[in-house]
Nanobody, 125 residues
Framework: QLQFVESGGGLVQPGRSLKLSCTAS????????ISWFRQAPGKEREGVAW????????NYADAVKGRFTISRSNAKNSAYLEMNNLKPDDTAVYYC??????????????????WGQGTQVTVAS
């Protein structure tokens, strides 16, 4: 089955940090840009960050810029999202997905070939 498996979510207090991981199963990530998305309760899924195939280019949504860092390890067929200074508004299910090309040009879900099942992140005191 061609998919990602995400891990690392949980319950954390505001201001703390979490690091999410996703590992691809059934395909190699090294030719794909990888993005992290999130979906908060009652809201549409939104793009959070992407990293190009070689890790040389990244992009962040304004809401997370300066707090989140996306990275990848093609050797481990994985991608990561380090989240610092978490806020209650960051509460969501987080997904990773593989874009159909080496560089991402958007967060349109139809352009992403493979998805994970998501991991819950809850930020609350």
């Amino acid at each position: 089955q061609l998919q990602f498996v995400e891990s690392g979510g949980g319950l954390v207090q505001p201001g703390r940090s979490l690091k999410l991981s996703c590992t691809a199963s059934g395909f190699s990530v090294d030719t794909h840009c990888i993005s992290w998305f999130r979906q908060a309760p009652g809201k549409e899924r939104e793009g959070v960050a992407w990293v190009s195939g070689n890790g040389g280019s990244t992009n962040y949504a304004d809401a997370v810029k300066g707090r989140f860092t996306i990275s990848r390890s093609n050797a481990k067929n994985s991608a990561y999202l380090e989240m610092n200074n978490l806020k209650p508004d960051d509460t969501a299910v987080y997904y990773c997905a593989a874009y159909g090309r080496y560089f991402c040009s958007d967060y349109k879900e139809g352009n992403y070939n493979y998805w994970g099942q998501g991991t819950q992140v809850t930020v609350a005191s």
